[in-house]
């Protein structure tokens, strides 16, 4: 069983840069795509960007290309997304996921990530 635990959220200001990390338990890391979503107040889950096994493959969101970058390092259980740029419609919990083990493809559906972090809060301001 695969256990997920995001961290690096706060609150910055428009402009500003975060980096999110997402420690993963289990060898099932190792063996699958992870992805990272967002949800704002009110909203439904948004796929934000993902990556494959190897780190060769990734999905990004339309809104988040060019700003945002996915990587991942195997050796430490760990996904990264290194956002800069930040603006006020960024804000939102922030979750990491990881697909079923063997499943490379970096998607971007919700319904094909098995396994959910509890989020980490990112709030820019004006």
């Known amino acids: 069983q695969v256990q997920l635990v995001e961290s690096g959220g706060g609150l910055v200001q428009a402009g500003d840069s975060l980096r999110l990390s997402c420690a993963a338990s289990?060898?099932?890391?190792?063996?699958?795509?992870m992805g990272w979503f967002r949800q704002a107040p009110g909203a439904e889950r948004k796929f934000v960007a993902a990556?494959?096994?190897?780190?060769?493959?990734?999905n990004y969101a339309d809104s988040m290309k060019g700003r945002f970058t996915i990587s991942r390092d195997n050796a430490k259980n760990t996904v990264f997304l290194q956002m800069n740029s930040l603006k006020p419609e960024d804000t939102a919990v922030y979750y990491c996921?990881?697909?079923?083990?063997?499943?490379?493809?970096?998607?971007?559906?919700?319904?094909?990530?098995?396994?959910w972090g509890q989020g980490t809060q990112v709030t820019v301001s004006s």
């Open positions: 289990g060898r099932t890391f190792r063996n699958a795509a």
């Open positions: 996921a990881v697909r079923n083990t063997g499943e490379d493809y970096p998607s971007t559906a919700t319904g094909l990530y098995r396994t």
């Open positions: 990556i494959g096994l190897s780190g060769a493959r990734t």
